[in-house]
């Protein structure tokens, strides 16, 4: 292998500059040619590549988004589209690359992988942790940081109301951002799709929890729950069958994509990186490298794709603990 080029595609998430910082600087490391691919697959199809050394990833490491923007690419999806990115990756000299997204991404690069065989590392970046084989994913811890200092500052107008805030966060399908933030942030109940109480069980919460002295409360929803009832629609139900709370709504939104990564997700980034590389180099392919153990893994692409990692029941248990 003598060129590997890297890209950023699908959502961004914070930690995916780190990302790229590792993979460039890994291949500075291991003197091989390095090339940025702007604008995801799109950029990939367009020749929209630029070389890359160590220097040229100065000062990034603590910067949210992705200087190499990202993009959806319809194009990518057909045989056509993939075609022009092989023809452009030849053209360049490219032997493999490594993208950094979420699971679109990964299946797109697993199909591009079957039938052009170039070598491709993925690494998981999105705030969800929507992906299995890791136990994080780049974006998830500082998504998860951003919502609990939102939380908090939500708390101090909700108690000096005596309110009851609905806090919708992010996630998709799951509720790992959810169940976290409602630990770390002290919520009095959390909605996850994994676990779907009813809202029976929300009532007696609240009830018992105004009873026990508690003037405001908190309820973390995640985005995918399963009450069939949007954050709006709870506030409804709540203020129709229990009028002891003033209810109140906030969706966080985008402010949790963004933002300067953690510790936590510059140094997971950071051995993502490394890793990626040194798969690529060693000729392993179609691997996804993930986090179990505080050891880095590889999962294959295809598995990857297929699930999710599972919520943790211990963290549920310690969350119904904590709301007594
Ligand atoms: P996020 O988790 O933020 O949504 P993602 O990587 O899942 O990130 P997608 O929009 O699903 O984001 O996928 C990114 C890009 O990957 C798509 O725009 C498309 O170019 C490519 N892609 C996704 N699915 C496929 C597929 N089945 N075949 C070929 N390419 C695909």
């Known amino acids: 292998i003598k060129k590997l080029a890297v890209l950023t595609s699908g959502g961004d998430s914070p930690g995916m500059n780190a990302a790229v910082r590792a993979v460039v600087r890994t291949c500075a490391f291991m003197e091989i040619e390095c090339m940025a691919i702007y604008r995801g697959y799109e950029g990939m199809i367009e020749g929209d590549f630029v070389p890359f050394n160590a220097r040229s990833v100065n000062n990034i490491i603590n910067k949210g988004g992705t200087i190499l923007k990202s993009a959806r690419c319809e194009e990518f999806r057909t045989p056509e589209g993939r075609q022009k990115a092989y023809d452009q990756l030849k053209a360049a000299g490219i032997d493999c690359f490594v993208v950094i997204g979420g699971d679109g991404s990964f299946r797109g690069a697993s199909i591009f992988y079957k039938e052009f065989g170039i070598p491709v590392i993925g690494i998981p970046g999105t705030i969800d942790n929507d992906i299995f084989g890791t136990q994080f994913t780049l974006g998830f811890d500082t998504a998860l940081n951003t919502v609990v200092e939102a939380i908090d500052k939500i708390r101090d107008t909700a108690s000096s109301h005596s309110r009851l805030f609905f806090v919708e966060v992010m996630g998709r399908d799951v509720g790992h951002i959810a169940l976290n933030a409602g630990v770390a942030a002290g919520a009095e109940e959390t909605l996850i799709p994994e676990q779907n109480l009813g809202l029976e069980r929300l009532l007696d919460s609240l ?14 929803v995640a985005e995918g729950d399963k009450t069939g009832k949007n954050v709006f629609e709870l506030k409804e139900y709540v203020e129709k069958n229990l009028p002891i709370y003033d209810v109140r709504v906030s969706v966080l939104g985008h402010i949790q994509r963004g933002g300067s990564p953690t510790a936590f997700d510059r140094v997971l980034a950071s051995r993502m990186g490394v890793k990626a590389v040194e798969s690529l180099l ?12 505080n050891e880095m893994v590889l999962t294959p692409i295809d598995d990857a794709v297929k699930g999710h990692t599972k919520i943790d029941r211990e963290l549920i248990r310690v969350s119904d603990i904590m709301t007594i």
Do not use: Q, Y
């Not at 060693?282 to 153990?293: S, T």
């Open 207 to 220: 009830k018992r929890s105004k009873k026990s002295g508690k003037s405001s409360s908190i309820v973390v």
């Open 282 to 293: 060693e000729g392993k392919a179609n691997l996804m490298v993930g986090i179990v153990a």
